[in-house]
Structures are given as C-alpha cells and as structure tokens.
C-alpha cells in the first residue's frame, strides 16, 4: 500500500513539469529517443513512475508542433525511431525555465527544511536514511553551484 501512496505522490509531483523535465533531458543528450527519455525520467522519479508511452509521445509531438523539439527519423533495417533535439526556441525556453528552476528549488530546500522541523516538533520520525543521504548530496552540490556561482560574480564586480 506505501508503495502505491509514493508512486501516486510522485507522479503528482513530476506529471506537471514534465515537459520541462524531457526538454533538460534532450538538452543533456544533446540528441535522443522515445526509449532513451522514458528511461531518464524512470531514473528521474527514483524509480517510483515513468509516464505511459502514450501519454510521452503525446507530449513530445506537441513539444515537436510548438517549435520546442525538432525531430529527425532514422530506420535500423525496417524498424523506425524518431531522435528529437532542442530547437533555438527549446533552447531559449529551457534557459528560462532553468533560471526560474533554479530560484524556486532554492525555495523549495527552504520550506523543506521548515516542513522537516515542524514535523519533529510533532513528534514525527526523521526521514528515512536513504531520503538523508540523498538530501545531503543534493545540498553539497547546490553549496557547489552557490560557491561558484558567488566566485563569478565577485570576479565580475572587482
């Protein structure tokens, strides 16, 4: 039963942004099929959800018609894929959203940590220690992004 509970909870959490999710995926790979970003978005939800293949290939064309993604067809035999790359228009969008990923996440972390120590006043259990470590490598590397990050902008002042 908890793991139906975590699978709706973080289909919920990821079926929203979704689109932004596949444009960083193609903008990593540079260039990529179906399989390949229905894998990458199962490694995404830690293995808890992955959308259907028709719900992804719904979006992709849709992403595909609004200029996002630019699809290029190529056969092994008989057997057809279909790879799709970031456009310029993809590329803007994803600079954008990143931008804007970037300063709500920091947020995020903040109201997690608020949630996190309300739930201890109650009584609540820590988090779980695979949940610990896992939040701890992600706040080593936003520590990383934010040192370098204020290592540029101090260069860039002096």
């Not at 808890?48 to 056969?75: D, F």
């Not at 990143?98 to 739930?119: G, M, V």
């Amino acid at each position: 039963m908890e793991n139906e509970v975590e699978r709706r909870i973080v289909k919920g959490l990821f079926t929203v942004p979704l689109k932004n999710i596949i444009l960083v995926i193609v903008g990593l790979k540079g260039e990529t099929h179906g399989y390949e970003i229905l894998k990458e978005l199962e490694k995404f939800t830690i293995g808890i959800w992955k959308p259907s293949h028709s719900n992804l290939y719904t979006l992709l064309n849709k992403m595909v018609e609004n200029g996002l993604l630019e699809p290029r067809e190529e056969y092994r035999g008989k057997v057809r894929r279909v790879k799709y790359k970031l456009t310029e228009k993809g590329w803007e969008y994803l600079r954008t959203s990143n931008d804007l990923a970037l300063r709500t996440l920091y947020t995020a972390i903040s109201y997690h940590e608020r949630l996190k120590k309300r739930l201890e006043e109650m009584g609540e259990r820590r988090m779980k220690p695979e949940t610990i470590r896992e939040y701890l490598e992600l706040l080593k590397s936003i520590r990383d992004i934010l040192d370098e990050e204020i290592r540029t902008i101090e260069s860039e002042l002096s």
